[in-house]
């Protein structure tokens, strides 16, 4: 069939909040998915600067952070030519059509987001409507690029299921507008939790730093946190209910190794947690050794970032006009 037109990729999007310096959670349940799709698919990935605000940020650090997260991604190994990769908040269109999918979202759904009551507990004394409708950033995040595939951990599960809900409310009143997005959830590494409470998701945002490792920490710093893990009594490496520290350590080597449970179980047959911790820490350092490396190289040349921040935002741009004049159609605002 040689004369026949290629298939439209699939295309996938994912974005990162810039409030910290991604974990081995981030890592393992997206940014190193991120770079194995790239090669398969039609990619965007970007830095959600804008979804970041929902929390109070210290302008300074949003501005610095911003930068190191979208500096990172390249060092992940992300393609800029390839992918787009860009800021959320140099494509304006993400908040035009966030506003418009409000108003197709209603009161009661969004109430239901577990992150919207998890986030509000932790910052009761600002609970604002941002952090309220953060999912319909999210939806227009996925809708605007028409993605087919949206690469997340476990626990963006619920929030796309929300995108889908509004898509199809949406389509179902003005005609086919949005591609309704599937989720593209890694079979391990879906999870990693918190080192010192492996009951509660690893998160970049937690404030206790031996809860979680950083992609950016130096060999030491991972050996250490890692020796003070929070596990069981039982000192017997095996995968089992209700011994969530050993399964999240297990689940970690198993992304570094790519070793099956049972392998590993075997590897550490008669060996105690001491062993193995160490063992875990030092797949880890090696896992993260070229990010690091090419992160050194990056960070530094400021022009670079740069260019490739411009030509992210108006490939992404272009895309998202699109959808976006496509639905203020369909909705009755008057073009001119
Ligand atoms: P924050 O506390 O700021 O929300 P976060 O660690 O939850 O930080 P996000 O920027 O919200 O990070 O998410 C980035 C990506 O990382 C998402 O695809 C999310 O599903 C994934 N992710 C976040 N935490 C984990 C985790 N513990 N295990 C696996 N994937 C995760
Ligand atoms: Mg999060």
Same mark, same amino acid.
């Given at each position: 069939?040689?004369?026949q037109?290629?298939?439209?990729? /699939?295309?996938? *999007?994912? &974005?990162?909040?810039?409030? @910290?310096v991604?974990?081995? #959670?981030? %890592?393992?349940?997206a940014?190193?998915?991120?770079?194995?799709?790239?090669?398969?698919?039609?990619c965007?990935?970007?830095v959600a600067?804008?979804?970041?605000?929902?929390?109070r940020?210290?302008?300074?650090?949003?501005?610095?952070?911003?930068?190191e997260?979208?500096?990172?991604?390249?060092?992940?190994?992300?393609?800029?030519?390839?992918?787009?990769v860009f800021?959320?908040?140099?494509?304006?269109?993400?908040?035009?059509?966030?506003?418009?999918?409000?108003c197709?979202t209603?009161?009661?759904?969004?109430?239901?987001?577990?992150q919207?009551?998890?986030?509000?507990?932790?910052?009761?004394?600002?609970?604002?409507?941002?952090?309220?409708?953060?999912?319909?950033?999210?939806?227009?995040?996925?809708?605007?690029?028409?993605?087919?595939?949206?690469?997340?951990?476990?626990?963006? /599960?619920?929030? *796309?299921? &929300?995108?889908?809900?509004i @898509?199809?409310?949406?389509? #179902?009143? %003005?005609?086919?507008?949005?591609?309704?997005?599937?989720?593209?959830?890694?079979?391990?590494?879906?999870?990693?939790?918190?080192?010192?409470?492996?009951?509660?998701?690893?998160?970049?945002?937690?404030?206790?730093?031996?809860?979680?490792?950083?992609?950016?920490?130096?060999?030491?710093?991972?050996m250490k946190?890692?020796?003070?893990?929070?596990?069981?009594?039982?000192a017997?490496?095996?995968?089992?209910?209700?011994?969530?520290?050993?399964?999240n350590?297990?689940?970690?080597?198993?992304?570094c190794?790519?070793?099956?449970?049972?392998?590993?179980?075997?590897?550490?047959?008669?060996k105690?947690?001491?062993?193995?911790?160490?063992?875990?820490?030092?797949?880890?350092?090696?896992?993260?050794?070229?990010?690091?490396?090419?992160?050194?190289?990056?960070?530094?040349?400021?022009?670079?970032?740069?260019?490739?921040?411009?030509?992210?935002?108006?490939?992404?741009?272009?895309?998202?006009?699109?959808?976006l004049?496509?639905?203020?159609?369909?909705i009755?605002?008057k073009?001119?």
């Open positions: 069939m040689e004369n037109a290629p298939e439209r990729k /699939k295309r996938v *999007l994912s &974005l990162i909040q810039p409030t @910290a991604p974990t081995i #959670g981030n %890592y393992f349940g940014l190193k998915n991120w770079k194995a799709m790239s090669e398969d698919y039609d965007l990935f970007g600067d804008l979804h970041a605000i929902t929390v940020q210290e302008p300074a650090m949003l501005r610095k952070q911003s930068t997260m979208f500096a990172l991604l390249l060092a992940n190994g992300l393609d800029p030519e390839k992918s787009i800021m959320q908040s140099h494509v304006p269109q993400h908040s035009q059509l966030g506003w418009l999918l409000n197709y209603q009161f009661g759904e969004a109430s239901r987001m577990t919207f009551k998890d986030k509000s507990q932790k910052h009761a004394d600002n609970i604002n409507v941002g952090l309220f409708s953060y999912p319909t950033l999210m939806a227009a995040d996925i809708l605007l690029y028409q993605s087919d595939f949206v690469p997340i951990g476990a626990d963006q /599960k619920q929030h *796309l299921e &929300l995108t889908r809900n @898509a199809e409310r949406f389509n #179902g009143i %003005y005609g086919n507008v949005f591609t309704i997005p599937e989720p593209f959830i890694g079979k391990k590494g879906a999870k990693i939790t918190s080192l010192q409470d492996p009951t509660s998701k690893m998160s970049k945002s937690d404030p206790n730093p031996k809860a979680s490792v950083s992609v950016l920490d130096e060999p030491n710093m991972i946190k890692f020796k003070s893990a929070v596990t069981d009594s039982e017997c490496v095996r995968y089992a209910d209700g011994k969530d520290g050993i399964n350590l297990m689940t970690i080597y198993s992304c190794t790519g070793k099956a449970y049972e392998e590993i179980e075997k590897e550490f047959d008669g105690g947690y001491g062993d193995f911790k160490v063992a875990v820490a030092e797949a880890v350092i090696a896992e993260l050794a070229p990010v690091q490396a090419e992160y050194k190289r990056i960070i530094t040349d400021t022009a670079y970032i740069n260019e490739c921040m411009a030509k992210g935002a108006e490939r992404a741009s272009r895309l998202a006009q699109r959808t004049d496509k639905c203020m159609k369909k009755g605002f073009q001119i």
